[in-house]
């Protein structure tokens, strides 16, 4: 039984990192979050220890080492993006291995930095990229190598999630702190892409606006036309007239690859192979976190395919 704690309990996510804290038979001794409304806990660990203030939270992992010997294995972080550089930091020093959600950090030179300092404190860091454990996603990829490797397939990624206006008041629609509509919803995406189809080759950008985004990615071998929204006026009349506020599409070379379902228990999966030692690293993340700091930064430009929404 390994020892962890959980930085962000009161977020979105976090209960996914619970489940899979439990589902591998791992105990939470401690977590933090600055929003105190965590009953979820009770559903899962209602022994671990809680705080609101980060400097009472380190002081009890130090008290625990000291007085009880009790070592901390792992740190999960959940904590909005723009300080996920600095929990791992934290986590690397404590000794721990870091279990990060996406986006890993907002800008490459951070995951250099995460770098030198993960070879320093030999400790892991491990991020969720939860789409590469996707069977439809392991078939494609399958498929891909499979295939003749000069063929360039044409891909369409669609991904509209429809937020409120407590998003643009959140710190996720703060650009500095989230990385906008690219980085934050849309950064799986571009690891799965790159993981499935190879290294980029162009990266060309549309639409760039607070609450969608589009453009056009070439890979190795593909051609990929990419939409992502918040704002529901953008999802297709046949998904309103549903009542739905969702829509996800990802088609290649016009089929459809079926991942509305096969999502519940990717997180568990994803810690059950950090467990043994086969976390996804630096390194994996590396592609798409370059991906989404150039949509970010890119000037917008007219060339390239562009997106059937647009």
Excluded at 94 to 115: S, T
Excluded at 139 to 152: F, G, P
Aim: charged content about 30%; some cysteine; hydrophobic content about 35%.
């Amino acid at each position: 039984m390994k020892n962890f704690a959980l930085l962000g309990v009161g977020g979105y996510i976090a209960p996914r990192h619970l489940k899979a804290i439990k589902d591998t038979n791992n105990n939470l001794i401690a977590s933090l979050d600055k929003f105190d409304s965590v009953g979820i806990l009770d559903s899962f660990f209602p022994n671990s220890d809680f705080f609101v203030e980060f400097e009472r939270f380190d002081r009890h992992i130090e008290k625990l080492k000291r007085q009880q010997n009790i070592q901390l294995d792992y740190v999960s972080i959940c904590t909005p993006n723009y300080l996920h550089d600095s929990h791992i930091r934290m986590a690397l020093r404590r000794g721990a291995d870091a279990i990060c959600e996406k986006p890993l950090v907002l800008n490459p030179w951070n995951l250099e930095a995460l770098q030198s300092i993960e070879k320093e404190s030999y400790s892991k860091v491990n991020t969720i990229l939860q789409l590469r454990l996707h069977p439809s996603i392991i078939e494609l990829k399958r498929k891909v190598d499979l295939e003749n490797k000069n063929k360039k397939y044409d891909v369409d990624l669609t991904y509209i999630t429809s937020r409120g206006n407590w998003y643009d008041v959140s710190w996720k629609g703060d650009e500095s702190k989230s990385g906008g509509i690219a980085t934050n919803i849309g950064i799986h995406f571009f690891d799965m892409l790159s993981w499935v189809f190879g290294d980029v080759q162009e990266n060309i950008v549309h639409l760039r606006e607070k609450d969608k985004s589009a453009g056009y990615l070439e890979f190795e071998h593909a051609r990929v036309r990419w939409f992502l929204s918040i704002d529901e006026k953008t999802l297709p009349n046949e998904i309103k007239q549903k009542g739905q506020r969702t829509y996800r599409s990802i088609t290649v070379d016009g089929d459809e690859i079926e991942f509305s379902g096969g999502f519940t228990d990717l997180h568990t999966k994803s810690y059950q192979e950090i467990l043994k030692g086969n976390g996804f690293s630096l390194q994996d993340a590396k592609q798409s976190i370059e991906i989404a700091h150039t949509i970010r930064n890119k000037k917008l430009e007219i060339k390239g395919e562009k997106h059937l929404f647009l």
